[in-house]
């Protein structure tokens, strides 16, 4: 009997990736193959891209430079390059790099089996033969993006979760949206939301198999079920979603600022155990740069959406992500976006310097035309206040009680686990105990930093004041 063939999967970029990964995993699984422990002793090394940033772009060229090597000494080796890189440089990869045996895009995952076995096969037959030297013209062979069935076929009944109790949910992809900078419209295609009874069906599976927090994902995910008709909403779906008595939490990502409709406000505001955090991206505080973006609302909107969700539901944080260095960003537009984060005081922001992603309208039209040192002084500045901010968040909860989901023991000391409160924060705490991954603690907080929480574990039956799912 022959061993059965091992896959390592990196994932890189945002959360919709990171199913994406999850799905692959679990149709390799279903076909035979097992997980390896590392890159090194697997038989297949698939690279999950992302192309937002230009840096995850740079790591995933690096890393197949490698694994070229790599395969010179090993020519049953299977390489797979997946994702937005895949839709994006597939013809630039067929040309310059003929070890990747694989190039499949984001919609083209429902046979990824299929096309890893084949790949599987033919290296193997190759490597037999002793004829690596005169190998197929480049790309020959290649499963190109856009074969194989749509993502959504996928079939579901194996799954990688980190743990038990927690599962990201895709309920559309692809985006409408012209923000300028953006590569997602061009690599993921126009928007799709499945319907809710398939989405309600697959938590409820999920739920069966001890699921209680599900994300549910998109990349403008409040503008879900626009292309299924009237009355089909993120609220319909979020308020269908919460009937399920079994799950405590309900998070969704990533939210438009455009999408923030008046009804979804209220499922939020009424609805207890949907997640008490929304990712709203910004961008950016000046309207010019707003405009120069496509992002279609004001600051004065956006801020007005702010106001109006934290009269509603004001246990509500908001995270945000900002790019800095967009062309023409001036020191008053970027003073703009530091007043906006200062206003809004977000519990979290990630903070991107602007790089052109070829094929978007930015990188076509306007010139890159902010020093290097400048974006990475404007980065640096936002973080500086970003981080002053979690902190004086972080020390208003110092005595407070609040509830975890226990994730697992932390990574990096011993003694330690850690988990998430209904607000996404981080929360540490001294304990070493497998049967607390996956159920919901009540914790003392007692230290606080910029990044985390630590606390202390207390009886199971403790109230927690804060983050507690009102049931
Ligand atoms: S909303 Fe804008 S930034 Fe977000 S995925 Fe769509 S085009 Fe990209």
Redesign the pocket.
């Known amino acids: 009997m022959t061993a059965p063939r091992r896959f390592y999967l990196h994932s890189y970029g945002c959360q919709m990736n990171k199913l994406d990964s999850e799905l692959v995993a679990s149709r390799l699984l279903h076909a035979g193959l097992e997980p390896a422990a590392t890159e090194h002793e697997a038989d297949v090394v698939l690279l999950n891209t992302c192309s937002v940033r230009q840096h995850a772009e740079d790591r995933v060229w690096s890393r197949l430079g490698r694994l070229r090597i790599r395969k010179r000494a090993e020519p049953g080796l299977v390489v797979g390059l997946l994702g937005c890189m895949a839709e994006e440089h597939q013809r630039h990869v067929q040309a310059r790099m003929p070890h990747v045996d694989l190039i499949v895009g984001p919609s083209a995952f429902g046979d990824i089996d299929a096309k890893v076995q084949a790949a599987l096969e033919r290296n193997a037959a190759r490597a037999a033969e002793a004829v690596l030297a005169q190998r197929d013209a480049p790309g020959a062979g290649i499963l190109a993006v856009g074969q194989g069935v749509s993502g959504d076929t996928i079939v579901r009944n194996v799954r990688t979760r980190p743990h038990r109790s927690q599962a990201y949910v895709s309920v559309m992809r692809g985006?409408n949206?012209p923000?300028s900078y953006?590569i997602?419209?061009l690599t993921r295609g126009d928007e799709v939301s499945r319907p809710i009874a398939d989405i309600r069906a697959e938590v409820e599976r999920l739920v069966g198999d001890g699921v209680t927090e599900v994300t549910l994902l998109g990349?403008?995910v409040n503008a879900y079920g626009r292309d299924l008709g009237p009355g089909v909403t993120l609220a319909v779906l979020l308020r269908t979603l919460h009937e399920i008595p079994e799950l405590r939490r309900i998070a969704f990502i990533t939210s438009?600022p455009n999408f923030l409709s008046r009804e979804l406000i209220d499922a939020i505001a009424e609805l207890p155990r949907v997640a008490r955090y929304l990712h709203l991206p910004a961008q950016s505080g000046s309207n010019a740069m707003l405009k120069s973006m496509r992002r279609g609302y004001t600051r004065e909107r956006y801020l007005a959406r702010v106001a109006e969700l934290r009269a509603r539901a004001p246990d509500v944080e908001l995270h945000s992500d900002f790019i800095v260095g967009y062309p023409g960003e001036s020191d008053a537009d970027f003073a703009a976006t530091a007043t906006l984060m200062e206003e809004v005081r977000f519990a979290q922001s990630y903070v991107f310097q602007y790089s052109p992603r070829p094929g978007t309208h930015a990188a076509a039209e306007l010139a890159d035309d902010v020093p290097r040192a400048e974006k990475e002084r404007r980065n640096q500045v936002l973080l500086a206040i970003q981080e002053r901010i979690c902190r004086e968040h972080h020390a208003a909860l110092l005595g407070t009680v609040v509830e975890v989901l226990v994730e697992g023991p932390s990574p990096r000391i011993a003694g330690r686990m850690t988990g998430r409160s209904v607000h996404h924060r981080i929360v540490h705490f001294p304990a070493d105990d497998a049967a607390l991954v996956g159920t919901y603690m009540p914790v003392r907080i007692t230290s606080a930093g910029a990044h985390c929480l630590v606390g202390e574990l207390l009886p199971e039956n403790h109230h927690a004041e804060t983050g507690v799912a009102r049931a």
């Open positions: 985006c949206m923000c953006c997602v419209p990349q403008t438009h």
